[in-house]
Nanobody
């Protein structure tokens, strides 16, 4: 199995930046895809970005609302999300997700709050 632990959330003013990290443990070498999702109060969980490992290349995919503000990257068993130009509408709990040979795995979530 795979365990995911997120860190890096917090409170930031509009226009600021944060970097989220998610460390995978357990059967981490079976992970093919890692990504970030978010869930705002009263809303459904939505995709933010994913990164797929293919040989020596990583392929990133972003939700339309990211608009070049966020960057996802992966270093072996850790995935990062650098978020710039944060806006109040980015306030949500951000969840790390991994797809491995054993299925989908989720982290516990980290709160990101952007004040106006």
């Amino acid at each position: 199995q795979v365990q995911l632990v997120e860190s890096g959330g917090g409170l930031v003013q509009a226009g600021g930046s944060l970097r989220l990290s998610c460390a995978a443990s357990g059967s981490r070498f079976s992970i093919n895809v890692m990504g970030w999702y978010r869930q705002a109060p009263g809303k459904q969980r939505e995709l933010v970005a994913t990164i797929t490992s293919g040989g020596n290349t990583n392929y990133a995919n972003y939700a339309a609302f990211v608009k070049g503000r966020f960057t996802i990257s992966r270093d072996e068993s850790t995935v990062y999300l650098v978020m710039n130009s944060l806006q109040p509408e980015d306030t949500a709990v951000y969840y790390c997700q991994a797809l491995s040979a054993y299925g989908h795995h989720w982290g516990q979530g980290t709160q990101v709050t952007v004040s106006s």
